[in-house]
């Protein structure tokens, strides 16, 4: 009725609020209520792999922050079947239901709200993928660390490359990119999270074990390993993936040199007394430092 819409258009416009019906009560709901990503009890492989996935073995480069995934990124992203774009962030990408009505013909059809985010996560990198004409797709967001499960259940064919730094290069560059935003030890504590996250995801996943040290001290080995477990074959290419001298984004203590077709080596290791103590365990699991 024409008097409820314009009661509707009023309380939107002064309160933010609108009234709808639901189970045949009138209730007030928010206007723009945000919609929270779905609950981990929801979480669940696909029903069908072959016709609710378009992806074929994506894969994810699982790395802490600083750690040199945008190196990583643009080497793959030279090959001629990786397509390697910037970060993505789909996992931040959530659903949510307009309506009682929507819920139950998503559930008619079986899929509950983490289904449903799973389907947009997968079209939206298969568009990605499409458009770049490659065969593959690449993503390297170092916050899915601490997504590396649902990762895992939404593409139960993913593959995944745990890129590894010294864990005290990671922080002191962590906190060189934004000195203003956090102190030393801040930029400590809080890259020592994305490292753990890393951690649990190699003890829970198989995968591919890459060290930025290896990569910028001898690329042509570590790509060529990184080919063969992706089997597909390895492009001299990827070492030479630019015409010019670059500062790679995110990283600003190391360039890269591709004219003549190799990567410098990034800043010296610290021996021990270097070393935060809040960083010697993880140094230690990593192989960065000798077990007492």
């Not at 894969?59 to 922050?65: E, G, T």
């Not at 001629?80 to 789909?90: G, I, N, T």
């Not at 002191?172 to 956090?182: G, T």
């Amino acid at each position: 009725m024409n008097w409820q819409r314009t009661v509707n258009d009023a309380l939107i416009r002064f309160t933010g609020f609108r009234l709808a019906r639901a189970d045949r009560t009138l209730t007030a709901v928010t206007a723009s209520a945000p919609v929270s990503a779905a609950p981990e009890e929801l979480v669940r492989p696909p029903a069908d792999p072959q016709t609710d996935r378009l992806l074929t073995a994506p894969i994810f480069i699982l790395s802490p922050v600083r750690s040199g995934s945008t190196l990583l990124r643009a080497v793959l992203g030279a090959h001629s079947m990786l397509h390697a774009p910037h970060e993505l962030h789909v996992r931040r990408l959530t659903v949510g239901f307009g309506t009682s009505l929507s819920r139950k013909a998503m559930e008619a059809l079986g899929h509950n709200q983490a289904d449903l985010e799973h389907l947009l996560w997968d079209r939206v990198l298969h568009r990605e993928l499409v458009r770049s004409g490659k065969s593959f797709i690449v993503d390297k967001t170092p916050a899915n660390a601490f997504a590396f499960g649902r990762i895992a259940t939404c593409w139960p064919d993913a593959r995944f490359i745990f890129l590894l730094r010294h864990p005290a290069s990671i922080a002191a560059s962590w906190h060189e990119a934004s000195p203003d935003r956090r102190t030393a030890h801040e930029a400590t504590l809080d890259a020592l999270r994305y490292m753990r996250a890393v951690q649990r995801a190699r003890k829970a996943l198989a995968g591919l074990t890459v060290r930025y040290e290896d990569l910028t001290g001898d690329p042509e080995t570590e790509t060529r390993r990184v080919c063969e477990f992706l089997a597909i074959p390895w492009e001299a290419g990827m070492l030479s993936y630019g015409e010019q001298e670059v500062i790679a984004k995110g990283l600003g203590d190391w360039k890269e040199k591709i004219q003549s077709g190799t990567v410098q080596q990034g800043r010296d290791l610290p021996g021990e007394d270097g070393i935060p103590e809040e960083l010697k365990p993880i140094c230690r699991s990593w192989g960065y430092l000798a077990k007492p």
